[in-house]
């Protein structure tokens, strides 16, 4: 991408402070105390599950939602008594509704209309944002008139010429085709990188969070289980919610027994436990099938082109396993493996 000349963003970028938000619907209490802080500058997502909240902390930011206690703040300044237009945001929503009737030209200037820009000074924005998302050949035409990807970019460009301090998404790419929707992403990066706005990214698409941020929130039911960086959150979940939300094929979930250091049925690497009973959880990607210490039953493969997901019976309960090659196994077939430490998490002991 070429260097920015659309009079630095950067320099303005102001970073986002949640504190101690509350927010019911009626009878139902979404927030009960949220606290988070992005800093100047990161792609921040927030991930999580339907109906976790995602849009609703969106939108308290964005003003469009109203907290029913706790406090905004955009850059140095509580933004609580703002309403929308006036807190300087670019938002672009999963539906992100270009105006059918107007040009692509029109529907990128229009907020600049809005606020009363000299129509010139506006047009030379837009030609100058649409040049550097590769859409300058499209101004003329008409939202129907162009590919989805290139509708989306032309959001992405209505939201950045207004020069926000803060850009938030919800889910901006979910109507996007599998490789559309990577290389959207990828466009995403750059674009962020280039204009170096806070950017709070919503999806619940985990893989997809991973992949693009600085830092990640993970949410559940209203609470944020862990903020962190994708290796953090993945190499280190905080808790069970986490551990399990984080991965694909999700964590494999299950209770051993630790007696005299060893560990039933799976021979784990686990130092340092005492006796008793626990839940772990192992990464499928952890598990090295050929040799080790255990030996389990393949009862099913699932091709996944680079990789085939192999389930395993082990003790009564069913692993997956991540393999690159499975040349010479096939159902039924007893397998031996051993497990790598950095794939075992301890989710808590039974009975304490
Ligand atoms: N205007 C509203 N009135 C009542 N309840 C609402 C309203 N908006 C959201 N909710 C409820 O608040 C909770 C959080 O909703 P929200 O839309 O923020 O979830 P989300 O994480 O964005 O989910 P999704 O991934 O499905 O978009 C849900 O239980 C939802 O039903
Ligand atoms: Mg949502």
Do not use: C, W
């Not at 927030?31 to 988070?36: A, E, H, I, K, R």
């Not at 009363?116 to 129907?144: N, S």
Request: overall charge neutral; aromatic content about 6%.
């Amino acid at each position: 991408m070429p260097a920015l000349s659309f009079s630095g963003t950067e320099a303005r970028a102001s970073g986002v402070k949640l504190e101690d938000i509350t927010k019911r619907f009626g009878k139902l209490t979404v927030f009960d105390g949220v606290n988070l802080e992005i800093s100047p500058g990161e792609l921040f997502s927030l991930v999580g599950p339907s109906g976790s909240g995602k849009t609703t902390l969106l939108r308290i930011i964005a003003g469009l939602e109203v907290q029913d206690s706790g406090r905004v703040y955009i850059g140095a300044k509580a933004v609580d008594a703002l309403g929308p237009a006036k807190r300087n945001i670019g938002m672009v929503f999963q539906d992100y509704a270009l105006y059918p009737n107007k040009t692509v030209m029109e529907n990128i200037t229009s907020p600049l209309t809005v606020k009363g820009t000299k129509k010139q000074d506006a047009v030379r924005d837009a030609k100058e944002i649409a040049g550097l998302l590769g859409i300058g050949e499209t101004l003329d035409r008409r939202p129907g008139q162009i590919s989805g990807g290139q509708q989306q970019r032309v959001a992405l460009a209505r939201a950045l010429i207004k020069h926000p301090d803060v850009f938030l998404l919800d889910e901006p790419f979910s109507n996007l085709d599998a490789q559309l929707r990577f290389s959207a992403r990828k466009f995403l990066k750059d674009v962020q990188r280039e204009f170096g706005m806070t950017t709070i990214y919503v999806t619940h698409d985990q893989s997809e969070a991973l992949s693009i941020s600085d830092r990640v929130a993970i949410m559940g039911s209203g609470r944020i289980h862990q903020v962190g960086t994708p290796k953090e959150i993945y190499a280190t979940p905080a808790d069970e919610f986490t551990a399990t939300f984080i991965g694909s094929p999700p964590l494999n979930v299950m209770h051993i027994t630790i007696s005299g250091g060893a560990s039933t049925p799976l021979s784990l690497p686990l130092e340092g436990l005492a006796d008793g009973n626990y839940r772990i959880g192992v990464r499928p990607e952890s598990l090295v099938l050929g040799s080790g210490p255990n030996e389990a039953v393949a009862t099913a493969f699932e091709y996944a082109g680079r990789e085939t997901i192999v389930y395993l019976g082990i003790g009564g309960v069913e692993m997956r396993a991540i393999a690159r090659d499975v040349s010479g196994m096939s159902t039924g077939q007893t397998v031996k493996f051993s497990v790598q430490p950095s794939g075992v998490h301890v989710l808590g002991k039974e009975g304490a």
